[in-house]
């Protein structure tokens, strides 16, 4: 089944935050393009994490940088916005953990 709507997607990812099987089923969920690029950048986004003596980009400084470009709060309110941060970075890393599971 797919996933409808932004707004569910998020939902899903924050109710998946620190959960590896579940960020990868919300990953499994997005529509046939979608879940192909995100799996394209997530695997770049791991190559660069596996250098990271060298470029200092660590998989939790990735999460950092990214999320914002993953995951979008659909709030206005900067509060709201700033809360749902850690809950955002710490989805993409499940997700590129998990990735890296699977290969």
């Known amino acids: 089944m797919y996933i409808k709507n932004s707004e ?3 939902q899903s990812c ?7 099987e579940g960020a990868l089923d919300v990953l499994n969920r997005l529509p046939k ?3 192909a ?4 950048v997530i695997k770049f986004l791991r ?10 980009m660590s998989i939790n400084n990735l999460a ?11 709030s206005e309110d900067p509060q ?3 809360n749902n941060t850690k809950y955002e970075q710490a989805w ?3 997700l590129m953990n998990g990735v890296e599971d699977q290969e």
């Open 33 to 35: 393009v979608n879940k």
């Open 8 to 10: 569910e997607c998020i």
């Open 47 to 56: 190559k660069v994490a596996d250098n990271q003596e060298v470029n200092k």
């Open 37 to 40: 690029t995100a799996l394209y």
């Open 80 to 82: 709201v916005i700033f």
């Open 64 to 74: 950092m940088v990214f999320a914002p470009n993953f995951l979008r709060c659909p």
């Open 92 to 94: 993409l890393r499940a």
């Open 14 to 20: 924050m109710d998946n935050e620190n959960n590896t």
